[in-house]
């Protein structure tokens, strides 16, 4: 099983649509979960950390379910500049540190 | 103003030959990591440094070396390329992130081929 594993997708949404992406991983012991954002052969960018309680930046929501050990991100109001590949993170503790294990992500395509 | 800058940001090496690729900081972070990515595919690190102390992970192939002269700047050696080694090579830093809970800022990336 992958560490963190998404839908690879692509969703292919109209503006204005809202779309959700989901995301599972494995080690229970995780205690930080992000979410970037990474455009065509660019670098990864940081989207929003995600807490436990859930929390939201403008149009963008995560939620964290620890005992799913779920991850979510929903867009609402998709606009066209949101086109990109959504990546899941989350830190593991191995061989005496923290790490970042990324997924491979999930492909969203806005359309006018 | 860029914060991790890599050098090149396009390279092109014969198989076996060895590259040198580069990461510079302007953010002062103890933390430096080199990832590879593959087309669709998620980004694997490869090792970090904690200040001078370096951490290979366990799957990364002697091949990959890497060294960090100082606290700015990071360089990633790749003996032997072979067509396999094709990829974006990011560079990343963060802040003393002993629970893994600070930001990684990820430079442009060098993208590799090997011909």
């Known amino acids: 099983r992958k560490e963190v594993e998404q839908d690879p997708g692509p969703f292919n949404v109209p503006e204005g649509a809202t779309v959700a992406f989901n995301c599972t991983y494995s080690?229970?012991?995780?205690?930080?979960f992000f979410w970037y954002r990474q455009d065509c052969r660019k670098e990864p960018k940081l989207l929003m950390s995600?807490?436990?309680s859930g929390n939201e930046d403008g149009r963008f929501t995560a939620q964290l379910n620890r005992a799913s050990q779920y991850i979510s991100l929903l867009i609402r109001d998709s606009k066209l500049s949101d086109s990109a590949t959504y990546l899941c993170v989350v830190n593991i503790y191995s061989g005496g540190y923290n790490k970042l294990i990324f997924g491979a992500g999930t492909r969203l395509a806005v359309h006018p | 103003d860029a914060m991790v800058i890599q050098n090149p940001r396009y390279q092109v090496t014969q198989f076996g030959k060895p590259v040198t690729l580069s990461c510079s900081q302007t953010?002062?972070?103890?933390?430096m990591y080199w990832y590879q990515q593959k087309s669709s595919q998620a980004p694997k690190l490869l090792f970090h440094y904690y200040d001078k102390d370096f951490n290979n992970e366990a799957d990364t192939p002697d091949n990959f070396q890497s060294r960090r002269p100082n606290t700015s700047f990071c360089f990633l050696d790749i003996r032997s390329p072979g067509l396999g080694d094709a990829a974006m090579y990011l560079c990343?830093?963060?802040?003393?992130?002993?629970?893994?809970?600070?930001?990684?800022?990820f430079g442009p990336g060098t993208r590799l081929t090997v011909t």
């Open positions: 995600v807490y436990s």
């Open positions: 953010l002062n972070h103890n933390v």
């Open positions: 080690n229970s012991a995780s205690q930080s």
């Open positions: 990343a830093t963060s802040r003393d992130g002993l629970a893994g809970e600070y930001e990684q800022y």
